[in-house]
């Protein structure tokens, strides 16, 4: 049992490591592996992150076919998604909207990647751990 300021402090961590490398977006899933805490633990904490604007929420469709799992689309809101039927444009495959196949991901916001950067750049060493983040 991860304590809750333990694992605010890990995301946000995690985040300005992330802000420091080349990566654009993240899944909550790699971020729960890094803190070691069940995704339903970390969630509220990146959806904080959200409200300061830090990061932008967005929801993946995903194709239903296992072997190609291809982002069908993305929308911003949950609400804009209209239970259609979808396709996959790599494989085909045409699949009915399902809650379960709707994935969030966390972009983080360029002037905050920025800010970080600036932040960082004052100290003299770039944390290593930043350099050896293979995602
Ligand atoms: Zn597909």
Redesign the pocket.
Known sequence: MVAQYEIRDKVLEYIEMLAMSPVKSLYPTAVAKYVNTPVKDIFPHLIDLVKVDELHLKWEI????F????T?CEVDTRNQLESEELS??????EFGLNERDIFPRFDLNPSYKEYIRRKKVEKTLIDKQALSLHL
Do not use: W
């Open positions: 995903r194709c239903l076919n072997d190609c799992h291809q069908v996959c444009p790599k494989c085909g495959h």
